[in-house]
């Protein structure tokens, strides 16, 4: 699938963080993916994204598997290169796994 690469100022205007979880009121709006120190993997038919056990990402985590209990839709961007992004589309948490960082949610597309 070939994607057309946008610049942050289209990220942010949808994403509204620089967080790689874009939170509302509890809820998951959208993530920032291929963050290599968080082991991100990223295809046209499945996303996995790591959120770290550290205490600071602990909301990220309840509000990931509020998502995934939800069956949430959620925007995911995977960064390409500086100041270029891809919308990969709508996707939704349908897996959950813990692995030597955090916590590992596997991505489906809508």
């Known amino acids: 699938m070939k ?5 942050w100022n289209e990220v942010i205007a949808v994403h509204r963080t620089i967080r790689g979880v874009n939170l509302k009121q509890g809820e998951v709006i959208s993530l920032l993916a291929g963050n290599e120190s968080h082991q991100d993997t990223i295809d046209q038919f499945r996303v996995t994204y790591t959120v770290p056990y550290r205490a600071p990402y602990q909301w990220d ?19 390409i290169a500086k100041n270029k992004w891809h919308n990969l589309g709508r996707f939704r948490i349908i897996n959950q796994e813990e692995d030597q960082i955090g916590i ?4 489906n597309p809508v």
């Open 3 to 7: 994607y057309d690469s946008i610049t």
């Open 104 to 107: 590992k949610y596997t991505l």
């Open 61 to 79: 985590r309840k509000c990931m598997d509020n998502a995934l209990e939800k069956r949430t839709e959620i925007t995911v961007f995977k960064k």
